[in-house]
């Protein structure tokens, strides 16, 4: 705090005294004022010479060092806020410490404020006084301060900017007779908007209105920095980025969706191979229609009472985010209103087809076959696998029961999959998805599969799990329907640790009335994927026979699936070590843990572990593929970048308590935990690019 004061004394006091003998003063202001309807609009000008600025009624960084420029109005009127302008930044790191700015204003600035009048008062005799620093980077600072009185009404080009809402606020009419302002006035009781408060991107949006009948037509012309784009109203395949939306406000108006120009593609591949992202570049008109209620009231030119908001982001290497509040500033060139019909015809088509039947059997062919995505990605998770396993041993015993014959319980065990996915997606989802994902289940679940593992190595002599198979042996004397019922509602719950996030999205659907008939039908889809292959796998046993030496392919497919089933099992416990927070299971540690039991998954399958015939060809082919997967995953432990399956499974932080942790050649990357605008203030800073990373638990 002491070190604070004395850079504040050091910046302000030693400069005014190098600055005092100064003879010209470097800043001047003058007051000018118009009276109409009981409302005073007084516009402050103030001009400033060469590199002389002075700061904004705000300083911006709370760390800034300087004196902001205040107004004070004379009592005895209902004033309105005072509007300063657009400010710019100044650097102030070397005064008040790294990314410090200020907010300045340079060469010409006009402030607007507007008052009330009471009843018979005059605005004769008003004062207004300003207090601030007028500074110069090389000059230092002076004291900035003026009691001005009013001029007069001042060029028409002054007032032809005045902000209409500062009258709203006063409950006073826009413009008066004379059109003082060449604006129109907001309606009392909408949210007027604060231009000097909102963040703008690198673009600029000007608004202009005309009206034909009953149709209000408004043009909204964009001005995008060159070398930067504004990204369009839907963005493509991409969803790294802000959609722009745009939104009007007038009293009576029912608006149209804007009719936006063909967009351009702007490549991202450096976020994905092939990938783009709509946008627009330079200067580009957005045309909305409106039409106007009977008997709506609007100004004495025909034209309602408009303004609106547009919120976006435009992006060069960077991005930042673009919101700007707009008034109408009358009717523009005829020009700009060239592209009117062709534009909205354009639009028009696009409308028409957005809206029509084939659109939205295009919507539910989508939905389906995001369906049957979420279903294979379920199968590759590895909380499916240990049913494998589990399937071929049931089904083996029932085709030895049936003499071979298990394909109408294979076939109702598909069907019960579906159905159950069906049943528990829509009634009972709800309660489903928070047992799936509870951090207590999930170390059950890990528990679970170390015991199933043990078992398929041998080492004891039980068969996993031990309830449902004398369950599946009494149902199977009343003809196994109900065995194969219970498997199927195994492998649902089992899964549903992987499953959750797409089946959560479904029930989604489910939230809004009229969409329960699309719901069972993604869940349908979903299970059906899910169930095709262990339909398979159940039909595998009755062609087993057949097969020579099928008792020794049976015993290598079982002990190799224990190997899967303890990789699957440090999935589940990396589950609740996130949740908990225990940070025991890093990254690194999960993908060597990984690495060594696929190591000896694949040294077994070579026949280290074993004697008697050498190992087949098929099983020599498996045994390579094992490897190389061994060592992707320790290739992933030394930091290097893996598939984006291999990244989900594995967990998201590095080190832990147990100081397992590999840095990649390059180093690594800082990290700001849940602070978005600190971490985009630093790589800002630092020039660097952005991740954002959105995790989940399970």
């Not at 570049?281 to 209620?293: C, F, H, K, N």
């Not at 224990?562 to 990396?574: D, N, P, Q, R, T």
Request: glycine share 12%; charged share 15%.
């Amino acid at each position: 705090m002491l070190r604070r004061t004395l850079l504040a004394s050091l910046a302000l006091a030693v400069p005014v005294l190098a600055a005092s003998g100064t003879a010209q003063e470097p800043a001047k202001a003058r007051l000018f004022t118009r009276t109409a309807d009981g409302i005073v609009r007084a516009a402050i000008e103030i001009e400033m010479e060469g590199a002389w600025h002075i700061y904004h009624s705000d300083l911006g960084h709370p760390n800034a060092i300087g004196q902001p420029t205040t107004v004070t109005l004379p009592e005895g009127l209902q004033w309105s806020e005072v509007r300063f302008p657009e400010p710019k930044r100044h650097d102030q790191s070397s005064v008040a410490g790294p990314g410090t700015f200020i907010l300045v204003h340079e060469h010409e600035v006009v402030l607007y404020v507007a008052g009330k009048l009471a009843e018979g008062a005059s605005a004769e005799g008003l004062e207004i006084k300003l207090k601030g620093l007028v500074c110069e980077d090389l000059q230092g600072c002076i004291p900035f301060r003026r009691t001005l009185t009013s001029e007069g009404p001042g060029p028409d080009e002054l007032f032809a900017a005045f902000p209409a809402d500062l009258v709203a606020t006063l409950g006073g009419g826009g413009a008066s007779g004379e059109q003082e302002s060449g604006l129109p006035a907001i309606t009392i009781g909408q949210e007027a908007p604060r231009e000097d408060e909102i963040e703008k991107g690198e673009a600029d949006t000007t608004l202009y209105v005309r009206t034909e009948g009953s149709e209000v037509r408004a043009a909204l012309e964009i001005e995008i920095t060159p070398g930067w784009h504004l990204y369009h109203e839907e963005l493509g395949p991409s969803t790294f980025g802000i959609p722009t939306t745009i939104t009007l406000h007038g009293a009576g108006v029912t608006w149209e969706a804007p009719a936006w120009p063909e967009p351009e593609k702007f490549d991202q591949s450096d976020i994905e191979k092939g990938l783009y992202i709509l946008g627009h570049e330079g200067t580009l008109v957005v045309y909305v229609r409106g039409t106007l209620a009977p008997g709506a009231v609007s100004p004495g030119n025909g034209t309602p009472e408009v303004w609106g908001e547009i919120a976006g982001q435009t992006c060069e290497k960077v991005c930042l985010d673009y919101r700007e509040t707009f008034v109408s500033r009358g009717r523009g060139p005829d020009a700009l209103w060239s592209a009117w019909e062709a534009q909205h015809a354009r639009a028009g088509r696009t409308e028409a087809g957005a809206s029509g039947a084939p659109e939205e059997e295009k919507s539910l062919l989508l939905f389906l076959l995001a369906a049957v995505a979420g279903g294979l990605f379920a199968l590759v998770m590895p909380c499916t696998y240990p049913m494998i396993p589990i399937t071929i041993s049931f089904f083996t015993k029932q085709s030895e029961r049936r003499g071979g014959s298990a394909l109408s319980l294979s076939l109702a065990y598909g069907a019960g999959i579906v159905l159950i996915f069906v049943l528990i997606g829509v009634v009972f989802g709800s309660l489903i998805i928070p047992f799936a994902t509870h951090p207590v289940t999930n170390l059950v679940i890990a528990i679970a599969f170390v015991y199933f593992a043990l078992v398929l190595f041998g080492l004891v002599n039980l068969q996993p799990p031990a309830w449902l198979m004398n369950m599946a042996g009494s149902a199977s004397t009343r003809g196994g329907f109900v065995g194969v019922f219970l498997m199927g509602a195994t492998l649902v719950i089992t899964s549903f640790t992987c499953t959750a996030p797409f089946v959560g999205s479904l029930l989604s659907f489910g939230a809004s009335e009229g969409n329960l008939v699309r719901v069972a039908l993604g869940m349908g889809v979903f299970g059906l994927t899910m169930a095709i292959p262990f339909v398979f796998l159940s039909l595998v046993p009755a062609r087993i026979k057949a097969m020579p030496r099928s008792g020794e392919w049976m015993n290598t497919v079982k002990v190799f699936m224990g190997f899967v089933e303890l990789a699957a099992a440090l999935k589940f416990f990396s589950n609740s070590d996130l949740v908990w927070n225990w940070q025991l299971l890093s990254r690194e540690l999960f993908l060597l843990l990984w690495g060594v039991i696929f190591v000896a998954a694949a040294l077994f399958l070579f026949g280290v572990f074993t004697r008697g015939a050498r190992p087949g060809p098929r099983r020599l082919v498996s045994a390579g593929l094992t490897l190389l997967l061994a060592l992707w995953c320790f290739w992933g432990m030394s930091g290097r970048k893996l598939d984006f399956v291999m990244t989900a499974i594995a967990p998201n932080y590095s080190g832990g308590r147990l100081g397992w942790e590999w840095y990649t050649p390059g180093g690594t990357w800082p990290i700001v935990k849940d602070d978005y605008d600190a971490a985009r203030a630093r790589a800002a800073a630092e020039g660097k690019l952005l991740l954002v990373n959105f995790t989940g638990f399970t």
